[in-house]
């Protein structure tokens, strides 16, 4: 859970279904560590079971521009982005957290694992895709101990499909309060959004087609 | 790299292979963080490029006796343990180490991932079987730039089908001096193993099968 629109909004459909919440965020050497405090405000709000952060330093591996000091690209407007996998892509995340996650499930004895992954209104980052989650649910099955005793581990992946103003809407409908969240890949010290990296103009435009007001202080 | 037995060898294998080695250790909050010093040691020893040492509190997600104050389970010969997978069983961890080293691969630019998983003189573990390795690497070509961008990535474990005394003579022909291993889950502050754990029984079956002196000081 990092606190932006999507996996708050996945974690109320998961509590919209009746599941059990245990939140997993992760504190990984991202220089939006601001996130967190977004990620703690919604766990309290949602009442989850337990919240656990988990410290990995990604920083040590590099190669992203959310965790080194490489400048986060800003771009006019969403048209401007280019369509290559950008600078802001962490190499390995989701395949990280989903692999943290998993071990906590096995620990916890939980077998449904959810992850606000989109494929749609999304920086192209190869594992937010569907072809990919199927794949690591696969590898869960059979490198685990709850696999092998043939239970199942699935992979929820409810926003897979959606349009960034679809997920809003799905929220909107579930009550969620978006004030609580934060998408901004580089925020200032007051958790103001900078407006312009792609994180903030991908929420921008979800809000605008959703015709909803986005409650975001942005600087620009 | 634990720096054990089947680390080194496997690290000793990759480089009679010509690849260049860029080492990954973890600091994981196993009990015996004294094998992080054997690895440094071993990286050393080896010349590798890099040795990265990455930080993840696995603790933090508990489940295993390797990672909390369980009693690391002691028996008296390797006849004494039983079937079932261990107490020092870590949920998920293989699959956690891989997806940090598939990360640094991806920063690195390299397609070639050397894990000393091992199916025969082994603890019973899913996530050291080769069955979780095809998937893993099948997820790992989904899941990253690289193997979007059509260069695949190989997972390579060429200790997998290896009795425990094959390992060890396969190591010995490479040189390899296992003087500088620590295979112990439970070892003293000095570095001296219990000799008792599932771990030391493994490693004192491996090299009187070998037909070689183990030159681990044991308490025991």
Redo the contacts between chains.
């Keep these: 859970m990092s606190g932006g629109v999507d996996s708050t909004t996945t974690l109320a459909i998961a509590k919209h279904q009746q599941f059990t919440i245990y939140a997993v965020s992760f504190h990984y050497g991202q220089r939006h560590h601001i996130e967190l405090d977004a990620a703690k405000r919604i766990a309290t709000h949602f009442s989850v079971k337990k919240h656990?952060i988990?410290?990995?330093?990604?920083a040590?591996?590099?190669?992203s521009a959310l965790t080194s000091n490489l400048e986060i690209p800003k771009y006019r407007d969403i048209e401007n982005i280019p369509g290559e996998?950008p600078l802001t892509?962490?190499?390995?995340?989701?395949?990280?957290f989903l692999?943290?996650a998993?071990?906590?499930a096995?620990?916890l004895g939980a077998f449904d694992i959810f992850i606000g992954a989109n494929a749609i209104d999304f920086s192209g980052y190869?594992?937010c895709?569907a072809?990919?989650l199927a794949?690591?649910e696969?590898?869960?099955n059979?490198?685990?101990?709850t696999?092998?005793e043939g239970k199942k581990i699935k992979i929820h992946a409810p926003l897979l499909m959606l349009t960034k103003a679809q997920i809003i809407q799905k929220g909107i409908a579930l009550g969620v309060d978006y004030s609580m969240t934060l998408s901004c890949y580089d925020p200032t010290e007051q958790g103001k959004a900078c407006g312009k990296c792609d994180s903030c103009l991908l929420r921008k435009k979800g809000f605008r087609e959703a015709g909803t007001i986005d409650p975001t202080v942005y600087l620009d």
Tied chains: 1, 2.
Excluded: C, H, Q
């Design positions: 656990l988990i410290d990995i330093d990604l040590a591996i590099g190669g996998i892509y962490v190499p390995g995340r989701n395949i990280i692999s943290l998993l071990a906590w096995e620990v190869p594992d895709r072809e990919f794949a690591f696969t590898m869960a059979l490198g685990t101990k696999g092998v």
